[in-house]
């Protein structure tokens, strides 16, 4: 994935700018970026791998390195940035999250007419900002460049710009599948992708950008370049896995979803009376904890932490680019507490199922500290396909899916044509994936919320959600 963060200031804001990117560390653990624009120095950038360290500590030099008024931070998962950019709209610092699919076809187009040429990166990939960037400085101006870079993209890019006199230029993906927010102090405006980051730092709420939505900000003022569309489609995954708990999307907070969340499966488990006695509701920690909470709430079960992750020295299970190092470090962060699983029936909640291979570990791991049965939940429906619009997966093909194989193997490619069916727990189809999957994991029941109780949890129009990693809808 990954998530930016900028300040346009009165006076120097690196530290608020570190700050500010830092708290968007949850999002991205490849590269961390900063640019800073000062009037005597001029424009200034410092990149870093942030794969071994996390960004504070990488970057904690930098306010001996660099200074500014105004200032850009970026947490990438894929392309060192934000990149300098020197064109015909002038010298500029850019960086951007989301993907661009038809990056291929793109570069042949620029180099077909332009005559130009791109940095290139080993096997020939082409840094995506700097493609992004070629887009934009084909027009004559910044809201003109980036509305024609969005609609040339397949895919999704909000962008964060900043000028070579110190101004901001935020722009909204097309859809709004990612929030950008604005927050205002006495000093100048701040954009970020989390809502916190700023409110930490003493800037109040100024307004959420709507779909494709451009802005330009300075210390004094806030100018809007494009108005918004009608059209909305943002992630509903946001709020039930890599949103951070304190932030708030079109004023739902995510902590408060997931709780609803836990709750709605909670009466549903209800209905069907099944499990029948638990004695702990616990989560697959971070984000599978509160759904927990709220399933315990609303269950009467007890909630408790049966294992504990071990997080001061050991780095995130996502993090090592080989799947066999991400387990290993996911096993060896659980510490159980054995009085809580010891001939216990448990239930744990985690926010999603994708490929399936840690949480079978973790599940052994409870069965060999005396667990008498594991049931598990999912905070979301089964996964179906691999999003093509944002990166918070490493998936590259949808086989790699836990719920693609399953059907795969249940009956054949004709199952694809039922994948509605499938996740859907009162179908006969629906049964069997379920049923399978416990049978491989030794789960002793599992469910998946609904589509439908997804929605109810964050409480916005269906229309204005995506869930294409859900029923492939666009």
């Known amino acids: 994935m990954g998530g930016f963060f900028g300040i346009t200031s009165k006076q120097d804001c690196m530290a608020d700018v570190f700050f500010g990117t830092d708290y968007h560390s949850h999002l991205g653990t490849s590269r961390g970026g900063m640019a800073a624009f000062d009037p005597i120095i001029g424009l200034q950038r410092k990149i870093h791998s942030i794969e071994n360290a996390p960004f504070r500590t990488r970057f904690e030099h930098i306010f001996e390195e660099m200074q500014g008024i105004a200032a850009i931070g970026c947490i ?19 960086c951007f999250i989301g993907r661009i699919n038809n990056a291929d076809e793109l570069i042949d187009q620029y180099l077909g007419f332009s005559g130009g040429h791109f940095d290139a990166k080993t096997g020939g990939k082409v840094n995506a900002v700097e493609l992004l960037a070629a887009l934009i400085d084909q027009k ?13 993209i397949d895919g999704t890019a909000s962008i964060l710009i900043l000028n ?113 006695e638990l004695d702990y509701v616990g989560g697959v920690p971070d984000s599978g904890t509160p759904h927990a909470i709220g399933y315990a709430n609303e269950s009467g079960a007890h909630f408790a932490r049966a294992f504990i992750k071990y997080t001061p020295t050991w780095a995130r299970s996502f993090m090592p680019p080989a799947q066999v190092d991400r387990n290993t470090i996911a096993k060896m962060k659980q510490i159980p507490v054995k009085e809580l699983i010891e001939d216990k029936n448990l239930l744990f909640v985690d926010d999603s199922i994708v490929r399936g291979t840690q949480l079978r570990e973790t599940v052994e791991f409870l069965y060999e500290n005396g667990a008498k049965s594991v049931h598990m939940r999912s905070a979301c429906p089964p996964i179906m396909f691999g999003c093509k619009y944002l990166n918070f997966s490493r998936n590259t093909s949808d ?27 009162g179908t006969e189809r629906g049964k069997k994936l379920r049923s399978n999957i416990c049978e491989r994991f030794h789960f002793s029941s599992l469910e998946f919320q609904s589509i439908e109780g ?10 204005d959600l995506c869930t294409y990693c859900w029923n492939g809808k666009e």
């Open 399 to 425: 086989m790699d899916l836990i719920a693609r194989r399953v059907i795969m193997e249940l009956e054949g490619e004709e199952g694809f044509n039922h994948l509605e069916e499938y996740a859907d727990a």
């Open 164 to 276: 070579e006199d110190g101004t901001l230029i935020a722009a909204r993906d097309r859809l709004g599948r990612l929030p950008v927010t604005i927050g205002k102090r006495e000093d100048g405006y701040a954009v970020s992708f989390e809502s916190f980051a700023y409110e930490k730092l003493g800037f109040t709420f100024e307004r959420e950008l709507g779909p494709g939505e451009i802005v330009s900000l300075t210390p004094d003022k806030l100018t809007q370049l494009r108005a918004p569309t009608e059209r909305k489609k943002i992630c509903a995954f946001l709020w039930s896995y890599y949103g951070y708990p304190t932030s708030t999307y079109e004023g739902v907070n995510v902590e408060a979803m997931r709780y609803r969340n836990g709750a709605i499966m909670a009466r549903t488990d209800r209905q069907t009376g099944c499990p029948e």
């Open 140 to 152: 004559s101006s910044f809201a003109e460049g980036i509305r024609f870079a969005q609609k040339s």
């Open 454 to 463: 997804v929605i109810e949890a964050i409480g916005l129009p269906a229309c």
């Open 76 to 94: 990438s998962d894929s392309e060192p940035q934000p990149m300098l950019i020197r064109s015909s709209l002038g010298t500029y610092a850019i």
